[in-house]
């Protein structure tokens, strides 16, 4: 299957099409968000982990750039680089874990972290439309292409 498109016609929208999803996964992800600031991407964040299973508070990771949790026997990533200039400052932040067998990943402004991230399952764009959003999911493996056709 090729890119998906969803009408978000309000934020409880947006918090239902991360659980959704979540509810889905079996297995490890990795998840680039895209969209402009406010269009939505952290409430899908939290929405997706929560759903998961994270059971603490979902930080935003605008200041901290990583977060981490603990989900059963796995962990899960929430990276936001709106504030990374260059990607080489990624070094220092060790995310070799990123990789790990099973790990959820879901980085906001992904193109900020472009030859430091593991590459996408899945590429989310979430833009305004109208008074509500928007949210095109394009797979970029076969378990992106299977969590998408699972949705539809």
């Known amino acids: ?26 297995g490890g992800l990795v998840i680039y968000l895209h969209g402009d600031l406010g269009a939505g991407k952290t409430t899908f964040a939290r929405a997706f982990l929560r759903a998961l299973g994270v059971g603490e508070r979902v930080k935003s990771p605008t200041y901290s750039l990583v977060e981490g ?16 200039a260059d990607p080489g400052e990624l070094e220092w932040l060790g ?8 790990a959820v990943v879901l980085v906001e402004w992904p193109e900020r972290g472009v030859g430091a991230l593991p590459p996408a399952d899945l590429a989310i764009h979430i833009g ?18 299977r969590l998408v056709d699972d949705l539809a």
């Not at 949790?69 to 709106?82: K, S």
């Not at 995310?95 to 099973?102: F, T, W």
């Not at 439309?129 to 970029?140: C, I, K, L, V």
């Open 95 to 102: 995310l070799d874990s990123l990789a790990e067998p099973g």
């Open 69 to 84: 949790y603990d989900v059963g026997n796995r962990r899960a990533f929430h990276l936001d680089l709106y504030r990374i």
């Open 128 to 145: 305004h439309e109208g008074s509500g959003r928007t949210a095109r999911f394009d797979p970029a493996s076969d378990v992106g292409r």
């Open 1 to 26: 299957m090729s890119a998906r498109d969803w009408h978000l016609p309000d934020e409880e929208a947006t918090i239902a099409l991360g659980q959704r999803l979540a509810a889905l996964l079996h």
